[in-house]
């Protein structure tokens, strides 16, 4: 029994093709996403009624009904069309999770397409020359890039407040290519080591090219269902035993109270008060790597190591590699298999739940957890084979 | 060159730019539970209470988290890379964080957590590129820059 009202479990995912570069139509790759879910689930186009997307509103995705036009489906009991303030694409499982439990409807559809057009904040802008509400704060000083500066300074704030050091950071990025080297979905598949890290080009110092993700054009898509159902379909079930938001006081990339770790420690404690295991029983950890910093704060804020004793913890590196006793981003994250903007840590914990990942295959895994964005955006979930 | 963004004050925050107008740093102060915030909103973000009010700060602190942006990601500023983005934390309000760019700082690296600063005031062109107008001649809004005083 879940912390839900009623037992919901991952029945399939699906991906399109992901891409470094190319124009892609979104419905084309939105489609074969979700025809791949639905495939591998083993559910035709009837036995969904509902939808759940999330989105940047850039264009960068079709709306929950234009996939239901895209794929044929009769009718939407429940949809959604999520913006971008959430915890990534993970929101729209989120959502389609507690929707399923509530009895809103049965069988959800979950996506999140994008494109590097859409996903490639670091791009050059030329902003309105008058700042006017948030921005005012922030536009006068060339502050821009999104949360690019922020991730900045909590990396330079992380280190000066809590100890380790600025390798802490590169071992993430190395531990991403190390799994992408075994993953042939992943866009960058060349092994790194810190010294290549340390030699990429500052974007905002502290922050290094290698601390942010890779902007790709592709779709991930995940069809929830209650667990009950998901025991008749093709797939072992994956039931989704907890989720949890968490925003924080204050809530704001730059403002909010806590700087460092933003909404992930109050969204792991509801986390682990519902699920039915806790931190020690986590046998592969999914978490967002938009930039490394936020993989870090998952770790130590969902109790995998205490708060500030990741340095010591990661071992450099081997304790979160293959082979290693709590494997990471074993797709290679968005750091290496190409920024899918979280939907696919989920797709990919299931994955390895039902033990098909081959090389990268984390024996006998049982229990995942996945985490999305950072922030007044923190949103995770854990799931346990059935 | 493109033109860098002016702030537009709107009705919650005209009274912080008409302090920075007359070389006074405000953060909003909350009556109700007593803390501070910023940038000022129409009600306390901490307790939810109306009517926070400015309050004006000494205008030093310290440098709570900075980094030096070397890649433009606004067209304006294409041409002042490398260059400081900080908060800083003001000394008689710790809680508040308040970004700026840092003066007086070699943009080699980022300037340290802990670092003293003092307030100073430039008509709204940015990143230190102070032209020879006086506060409040400029285009009518004066934006607080910090300046490093220490090491
Ligand atoms: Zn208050």
Redesign the pocket.
């Known amino acids: 029994m879940s912390g839900l009202t009623r037992d919901v479990a991952v029945a399939g995912v699906g991906y399109s093709t992901v891409a470094r570069s190319g124009d892609f139509d979104v419905r084309t790759l939105t489609r074969a996403a979700c025809t791949a879910a639905m495939a591998d689930a083993g559910v035709g186009p009837a036995a969904v009624d509902g939808i759940v997307e999330y989105q940047f509103g850039q264009g960068d995705a079709p709306s929950a009904v234009g996939a239901q036009r895209l794929l044929g489906i009769p009718d939407l009991a429940m949809f959604n069309d999520l913006m971008g303030t959430g915890p990534s694409g993970l929101a729209s499982a989120l959502d389609a999770a507690m929707a399923i439990a509530a009895g809103v409807c049965e069988t959800v559809l979950v996506y999140r397409c994008i494109t590097r057009a859409s996903g490639h904040t670091g791009a050059v802008r030329t902003g309105p020359p008058e700042a006017r509400g948030a921005l005012q704060f922030a536009a006068p000083y060339g502050y821009g890039g999104g949360i690019i500066p922020a991730m900045s300074m909590k990396k330079q704030r992380r280190v000066a407040e809590l100890g380790g050091s600025y390798a802490d950071y590169g071992r993430i990025a190395v531990n991403a290519r190390r799994w992408a080297a075994l993953n042939e979905r992943a866009v960058l598949r060349d092994p790194l080591t810190l010294d290549d890290y340390f030699a990429a080009r500052p974007v905002a110092d502290p922050l290094l090219l290698l601390d942010c993700d890779y902007p790709v054009n592709g779709a991930c898509a995940v069809l929830l269902t209650s667990a009950e159902r998901a025991r008749d379909l093709r797939q072992v079930p994956v039931v989704v035993d907890a989720l949890a938001y968490g925003t924080g006081a204050g809530a704001d990339w730059l403002y909010g109270d806590d700087f460092l770790f933003g909404g992930t420690i109050p969204c792991a404690r509801r986390l682990w008060a519902q699920a039915s295991v806790g931190p020690a029983d986590v046998d592969v950890a999914e978490l967002y790597d938009g930039f490394t910093h936020i993989t870090i704060s998952w770790i130590e804020a969902l109790g995998l190591c205490g708060i500030g004793e990741f340095h010591d913890w990661v071992d450099d590196g081997d304790r979160i590699g293959p082979g290693g006793a709590l494997p990471v981003n074993t797709s290679g994250g968005q750091l290496a298999e190409g920024r899918l903007h979280g939907l696919a840590f989920l797709a990919e914990a299931v994955q390895q739940l039902r033990g098909e990942c081959g090389a990268r295959q984390v024996p006998d895994a049982r229990v995942a957890v996945v985490a999305n964005a950072h922030g007044p955006q923190s949103g995770a979930m854990v799931l346990v084979r059935d | 060159m493109t033109a860098r963004p002016r702030p537009v004050p709107d009705a919650v925050s005209a009274a912080y730019w008409a302090g920075a107008d007359r070389g006074a740093l405000t953060v909003a102060h ?1 009556d ?4 501070a915030h910023h940038p000022p909103e129409p009600a ?1 973000p ?4 109306d009517g ?1 009010r400015p309050r004006v700060v000494s205008g030093r602190g310290t440098v709570f988290a900075a980094c030096v942006v070397r890649q433009a990601f606004d067209a304006a500023f294409a041409d002042a890379v490398p260059y400081h983005l900080a908060l800083v934390a003001p000394d008689d309000a710790p809680e508040v964080r308040i970004l700026t760019n840092l003066l007086g700082a070699d943009p080699a690296e980022p300037v340290a957590v802990g670092t003293p600063v003092a307030v100073e005031f430039e008509p709204a062109t940015g990143v230190g590129a102070r032209v020879d107008a006086r506060v409040g001649e400029g285009d009518g809004v004066a934006l607080p820059q910090f300046r490093v005083v220490g090491p």
């Open positions: 909350c109700a539970c007593g803390r306390c901490r307790c939810g209470a926070p």
